[in-house]
């Protein structure tokens, strides 16, 4: 489904966010968990007082994102970054209710600053992360900190957090868990008095077939185990299919196989599309290729490589196959496209960012718009 509006635009659907927000508010009731939205992958701030209605607050990395989270949720604001700015903490500290670091040097730093909460991120050395970039316990990784670092110091933190996992599985948690119960846990609990754990983000609650009684029961297990508050922080599961980017087909073009040039860039507004193993769905059309690919399929009379108006060579989407033939200003619209890219977008080659649009259950569309002046501004 599309508006006519200008394209591009990415549109936010108000009841599709609504019922992800209605799920976790129901594993919140049943399991007594606090869930916070990470700001890194949602910051749709046209919906976040819906999102404030639910949830217990963000999660930011660094002041902007916690000035954010005060200004649109103004609940409670957890903020984590791998080192912090002394220009910013003092304005950090007054605005979060915890803040989480990243090595025993930043520990005793911003301890001096006396947060109400100081808690520290752990590297497990495990994860179930689908690829490198997006490992935060690989080998070299500086986010958080070793077991055998951790306990051989004598820092005393308010709580413990661990963010191991990337579109996974509840079965994916609950084996992490066990590495950071038996590694960091159970022996942290013999050297200070913690109050809380956060178990990161990751987690891909609201897609369909995730175990969410599962996750109910293991949250109930932990705080009945260890009387702790539990804390996870999704930002992808709360914009899982909750929007698309709408673009329009500016050229087409024949190099062997069709190519529709399209008003939005993969480079610039779906970077997930250059940095992972992914590709888009697009509505009436079925995925021939990944932008990889397209040079060992056979194309058909209704495929289309889609590509970028700008001058990267790479900046390809992938190879499609359509109902039918497209046409010069065909919309085309690449679904679930809310999460992980607003926050990501860019300016390169001038190319305009997109619109955003919140379509209210009630038929209303709150649209924001950019222009040359947030362009120019910026260079």
């Not at 990415?10 to 129901?26: A, F, Q, R, S, T």
């Not at 903490?89 to 005793?108: A, D, G, P, T, Y």
């Not at 010069?328 to 619209?333: E, L, Q, R, S, V």
């Not at 679904?335 to 990501?344: F, L, M, P, R």
Request: proline share 3%; hydrophobic share 40%.
């Amino acid at each position: 489904m599309y508006y006519n509006l200008k394209t591009p635009y990415y549109i936010c659907y108000e009841n599709k966010l609504k019922k992800n927000l209605e799920l976790l508010k129901y594993i919140k009731d049943e399991s007594g968990v606090k869930i916070l939205l990470a700001l890194k992958g949602f910051a749709f701030t046209q919906a976040l007082d819906l999102v404030a209605k639910y949830l217990d607050g963000a999660t930011a990395s660094g002041l902007w994102e916690a000035k954010l989270s005060k200004e649109f949720i103004n609940k409670q604001t957890h903020t984590y970054a791998p080192a912090f700015s002394e220009d910013d903490l003092e304005e950090i500290v007054k605005i979060s209710e915890h803040l989480v670091v990243n090595s025993i040097n930043e520990f005793k730093k911003v301890q001096k600053y006396k947060p109400k909460s100081l808690a520290i991120r752990c590297n497990l050395e495990h994860s179930f992360a689908p690829t490198q970039a997006y490992n935060p316990c690989a080998k070299f990784s500086r986010l958080g900190i070793r077991a055998k670092d951790l306990l051989n110091s004598d820092i005393k933190p308010n709580g413990l957090h661990f963010h191991a996992l990337c579109e996974e599985s509840f079965e994916s948690l609950e084996k992490t868990f066990l590495v950071f119960e038996e590694n960091f846990l159970k022996p942290m609990l013999e050297k200070c008095n913690l109050e809380y754990i956060n178990l990161g983000g990751g987690h891909h609650i609201t897609k369909q077939g995730y175990n969410v009684n599962g996750l109910i029961n293991f949250i109930k297990n932990i705080k009945a185990k260890y009387n702790l508050d539990v804390y996870l922080e999704p930002g992808e599961a709360i914009g899982w299919e909750c929007g698309d980017l709408v673009a329009s087909v500016l050229d087409i073009v024949d190099n062997e196989k069709k190519i529709a040039i399209l008003d939005v860039s993969a480079e610039a507004h779906m970077p997930d599309t250059i940095l992972m193993p992914y590709t888009s769905k697009v509505e009436n059309a079925t995925i021939l290729a990944s932008k990889d690919e397209i040079f060992n399929v056979k194309s058909t009379d209704t495929s289309y490589i889609l590509a970028a108006n700008t001058c990267l060579a790479g900046d390809v989407m992938g190879e499609y196959k359509f109902n039918k033939k497209l046409q010069i200003n065909d919309k085309i619209i690449f679904k679930d496209q809310i999460h992980y890219t607003i926050v990501k977008n860019n300016t390169f080659n001038g190319v305009k960012l997109p619109s955003l649009v919140f379509a209210k259950e009630n038929g209303e569309l709150l649209v924001k718009e950019f222009d040359y002046f947030d362009y120019s501004r910026r260079n």
